[in-house]
């Protein structure tokens, strides 16, 4: 099981570049550095950056109200004191592009990624550009459930019932509907299981019944949970359909083909793809992300060290972002579907910021300013 590999996970750590307000892309190469099916070496969590805390600005609202923990890390406290509650951050790689080409370039070196031309992530960029407001609602959550992935699936097991009642606070007129994929490896117990679209009660009781299990080499069946979540009875017409897929591994190299086919059946059908990375993520899976989120228009959604929950989390190749409650996040990803709006989230929900944000934008050393979410 990957858990047992966290302690040569932050001894890795120690040599990544940490982000700062004052980063461009340079400060994350990875040159020199090629993936493998073993997480020796590339599997590498880290401690969050201290970043710079701050209240953040925003200039409209989302995400759960509620305000943050008493036990919330305040700017000088170190993070880790919100026990029990996911928290997460959240980055849109086509609001910014520039900055999102020069990673790609400094990923060159990663063996085994689904590739993409520039004027094909280009025209995704475009495709995404303008958002229109939905009425409807088609969410389907794809959850690596090999057996380093207990923390996840039992927060969103506890959870889905808050993160459903905002939703629907929000938009009461609005008919949700909610999907299961789940996914192992060859020779697990299973190697899929789906719960194609139905009402919250029925999901969350499917939900209920899962466990983890299995997974015992660091990649994971990803390809056969992706096709799968596409097989499910996605509505047309004015409903925003985003896909939740949690993780913490990639897929299997030579299976790069299958998982782009994935993401193209994705855009082709509109579904926008909000990858959420687990403790014990690696570049490969990152990068692997962070691609699914731009070519689908979906955005990259990244579980920190601030819960206390799980081992460590991978510091992202990211300059700057806002840390909140990982349910307030997927609630305000939800909002902005619905709205077809960027829904900056409540200042009294940040519980930390890094890289020096001001008026949601931060600076970078060579790719100018960047747009936080």
Same mark, same amino acid.
């Given at each position: 099981?990957? /858990?047992? *590999?966290?302690?040569?996970?932050?001894?890795?750590?120690?040599?990544?570049?940490?982000? !700062?307000?004052?980063?461009?892309?340079?400060?994350? #190469?990875?040159?020199?550095?090629?993936?493998?099916?073993?997480?020796?070496?590339? %599997?590498?969590? $880290?401690?969050?950056?201290?970043?710079?805390?701050?209240?953040?600005?925003?200039? #409209?609202?989302?995400?759960?109200?509620?305000?943050?923990?008493? %036990?919330?890390?305040?700017?000088?406290?170190?993070?880790?004191?919100?026990?029990?509650?996911?928290?997460?951050?959240? *980055?849109?790689?086509?609001?910014?592009?520039?900055?999102?080409?020069?990673?790609?370039?400094?990923?060159? %070196?990663?063996?085994?990624?689904?590739?993409?031309?520039?004027?094909?992530?280009?025209?995704?960029?475009?495709? &995404?550009?303008?958002?229109?407001?939905?009425?409807?609602?088609?969410?389907?959550?794809?959850?690596?459930?090999?057996?380093?992935?207990?923390?996840?699936?039992?927060?969103?097991?506890?959870?889905? +019932?808050?993160? $459903?009642?905002?939703?629907?606070?929000?938009?009461?007129?609005?008919?949700?509907?909610?999907?299961?994929?789940?996914?192992?490896?060859?020779?697990?117990?299973?190697?899929?299981?789906?719960? +194609?679209?139905?009402?919250?009660?029925?999901?969350?009781?499917?939900?209920?019944?899962?466990?983890?299990?299995?997974?015992?080499?660091?990649?994971?069946?990803?390809?056969?949970?992706?096709?799968?979540?596409?097989?499910? #009875? &996605?509505? $047309?017409?004015?409903?925003?359909?985003?896909?939740? *897929?949690?993780?913490?591994?990639?897929?299997?190299?030579?299976?790069?083909?299958? =998982?782009?086919?994935?993401?193209?059946?994705?855009?082709?059908?509109? @579904?926008?793809?909000?990858? @959420?990375?687990?403790?014990?993520?690696?570049? /490969?899976?990152?990068?692997?992300?962070?691609?699914?989120?731009?070519?689908?228009?979906? /955005?990259?959604?990244?579980?920190?060290?601030?819960?206390?929950?799980?081992? $460590?989390?991978?510091?992202?190749?990211?300059?700057?972002?806002?840390?909140?409650?990982?349910?307030?996040?997927?609630?305000?990803? =939800?909002?902005?579907?619905?709205?077809?709006?960027?829904?900056?989230?409540?200042?009294?929900?940040?519980?930390?910021?890094? !890289?020096?944000? =001001?008026?949601?934008?931060?600076?970078?050393?060579?790719?100018?300013? @960047?747009?936080?979410?």
């Amino acid at each position: 099981m990957k /858990r047992i *590999w966290t302690a040569a996970m932050v001894l890795s750590a120690l040599g990544l570049a940490a982000c !700062g307000g004052d980063d461009d892309a340079s400060a994350f #190469s990875v040159a020199g550095r090629t993936a493998s099916d073993s997480p020796s070496g590339e %599997n590498a969590g $880290a401690a969050p950056s201290g970043g710079t805390s701050s209240g953040g600005s925003s200039t #409209s609202s989302g995400g759960i109200a509620a305000p943050p923990s008493p %036990n919330a890390p305040s700017s000088d406290e170190t993070p880790g004191a919100q026990a029990g509650l996911l928290t997460a951050g959240v *980055w849109d790689d086509n609001l910014n592009f520039e900055f999102y080409k020069k990673y790609i370039g400094l990923s060159s %070196n990663l063996a085994g990624l689904p590739s993409f031309s520039i004027t094909e992530r280009e025209q995704a960029r475009a495709q &995404w550009t303008a958002r229109g407001a939905k009425t409807e609602l088609d969410i389907a959550f794809l959850l690596d459930t090999t057996g380093s992935m207990g923390d996840e699936l039992k927060y969103i097991q506890k959870e889905i +019932d808050g993160i $459903a009642q905002s939703i629907k606070d929000k938009h009461p007129q609005m008919t949700a509907r909610f999907g299961l994929v789940l996914y192992r490896d060859h020779g697990d117990a299973y190697l899929t299981r789906e719960l +194609d679209f139905t009402g919250l009660d029925e999901f969350k009781a499917k939900l209920d019944e899962q466990s983890v299990g299995g997974g015992g080499d660091y990649p994971e069946a990803v390809e056969e949970g992706l096709a799968a979540t596409l097989k499910l #009875s &996605w509505r $047309a017409g004015s409903v925003a359909r985003m896909a939740f *897929w949690v993780a913490d591994a990639p897929h299997h190299h030579g299976d790069e083909g299958s =998982v782009k086919d994935s993401i193209l059946g994705a855009a082709a059908k509109d @579904v926008h793809i909000y990858p @959420v990375a687990a403790s014990g993520s690696d570049e /490969r899976t990152e990068f692997t992300m962070r691609t699914a989120a731009q070519m689908t228009g979906g /955005r990259y959604v990244f579980l920190t060290d601030d819960s206390g929950v799980g081992n $460590a989390h991978a510091e992202p190749k990211i300059p700057c972002y806002h840390v909140t409650r990982f349910d307030g996040a997927l609630v305000r990803m =939800v909002e902005s579907e619905l709205t077809g709006q960027h829904v900056q989230p409540d200042a009294k929900a940040i519980l930390r910021s890094v !890289g020096n944000p =001001v008026n949601g934008q931060c600076a970078t050393k060579s790719s100018g300013t @960047v747009s936080i979410y």
